[in-house]
């Protein structure tokens, strides 16, 4: 079987080809899936933009992993349609590799779209990875001048139009992601929010059901309150309010009377300086917001800036820590969720995306509406202040998870087949 594989740019299995690392930790969820798919009689490609091509080039590359297509990507990746340009340089490719089924990760930039208008006969596969159409609606978490005033001084000039034109972009291309789907017929998802808004798009979309894998470092971690670092808080990356740390820093400002050693750490790229601490440039308006907080409530103490980690020291740090957050309004699978609840650490989480599928409230997590900080802080404080309670919601998280991912346990080569098999 030829699979030809999509992705934005060069991460997991394309990256190797490359001998290169991008984004950090991102993606590594594509590269989790391809050591658990089954490569036995398959013949994989794969095609995404990357780096370093002049216009109208493409960069060929293979090894034992199989042959990547690499081409230029335009200025602005989302919120554009494809060039018939571009279109031409995808269509001659997918020709000469010929695959038997294309498999497209995410909808978030024009190569997407461009690959489901190429070659019609050929079945297509997207992976759902974010879900614009829906995720439009939170665009901005909430968080605007008129609410939080206080909070939004000294941002430059370039970070609110960067602010803005991202939000411009975000919202043409849910429009784009609308096209790429009904192209394509064929998605994979695990929840039933995921399904619910691809048929909404088109109830002719084929839905197959695959929960991802754990990364297999987090398999030998597993969270101990005797050995967690107390009142230690692990969260989620952050480069926008939609992800909802700054929620989280209002909880951490309130119990830090309460708890004076409360620690929270956030994962990611950010301009820091040597001690972890932000140091806010032109880029992100969201950096300088997070600042302005932090000094507000007097938290600098409080809050360590891990920057971008591997998925080992990923495991290390949340399994050392008292509980895990995700304070994030904008999820579909919040895998780092999953993948803190696989070791056992308490967790509290926003409804978003398919949490709703696998925390019961109150048995093996707590669940909050995204923007009652308030209640997020409620739940803090019920989890530092209840050893016992932080060791039933362990045993059941773990179990919880077991259960979710067995239940759904289809593989990307069984879909691949049914798809196939389905269009004799």
Not at 337 to 343: I, N, Q, V
Request: proline share 4%; with cysteine; charged share 20%.
């Amino acid at each position: 079987m030829k699979v030809l594989w999509v992705s934005n740019s060069p991460i997991g299995p394309a990256a190797n080809i490359l001998n290169e690392t991008y984004g950090g930790t991102s993606g590594g969820w594509i590269q989790t899936e391809y050591e658990f798919l089954d490569k036995n009689q398959l013949d994989l490609s794969f095609l995404c933009f990357a780096p370093n091509i002049s216009k109208g080039n493409v960069l060929e590359k293979s090894n034992a992993i199989g042959k990547l297509y690499a081409i230029k990507a335009p200025r602005i990746q989302n919120g554009i349609a494809p060039t018939a340009e571009l279109v031409k340089q995808v269509q001659n490719i997918i020709n000469k590799v010929s695959p038997d089924i294309i498999h497209i990760w995410g909808t978030e930039t024009c190569i997407s779209n461009a690959v489901s208008k190429c070659s019609p006969d050929i079945p297509k596969v997207i992976f759902i990875q974010g879900l614009l159409g829906v995720h439009k609606r939170y665009l901005g978490g909430y968080f605007n001048k008129k609410n939080y005033a206080e909070y939004c001084k000294k941002i430059p000039l370039e970070g609110k139009l960067r602010a803005w034109l991202r939000a411009k972009l975000f919202i043409r291309q849910s429009e784009i992601e609308r096209d790429t789907l009904k192209n394509c017929k064929n998605v994979i998802i695990d929840s039933d929010f995921s399904e619910a808004y691809c048929k909404s798009v088109s109830s002719a979309i084929n839905c197959y059901c695959r929960v991802l894998e754990p990364n297999a470092v987090f398999e030998k971690y597993r969270w101990s309150l005797d050995n967690a670092n107390k009142h230690q808080i692990f969260t989620v990356f952050a480069g926008s309010a939609e992800k909802g740390v700054h929620h989280l820093l209002f909880a951490v400002g309130k119990l830090k009377e309460k708890y004076p050693d409360i620690k929270v750490l956030i994962p990611g790229s950010y301009n820091l300086s040597a001690e972890h601490k932000l140091m806010p440039g032109k880029a992100n308006s969201y950096e300088t917001v997070l600042a302005n907080i932090i000094h507000k409530l007097g938290i600098e103490e409080n809050v360590c800036f891990t920057g971008r980690l591997s998925p080992t020291k990923m495991a290390e740090y949340i399994s050392n820590s008292h509980i895990f957050v995700n304070p994030s309004c904008m999820e579909v699978h919040a895998l780092s969720l999953r993948e803190a609840m696989s070791m056992g650490v308490p967790c509290i989480t926003s409804l978003c995306g398919s949490t709703g599928s696998y925390v019961k409230h109150g048995k093996n997590g707590f669940v909050y509406r995204y923007e009652e900080y308030e209640v997020l802080t409620y739940y803090i404080d019920k989890l530092f202040s209840d050893s016992a309670l932080c060791g039933e919601i362990s045993m059941n998280a773990l179990g919880a998870i077991a259960e979710y991912q067995s239940e759904k346990k289809m593989s990307l080569r069984e879909i691949y087949g049914k798809i196939l098999n389905d269009r004799l």
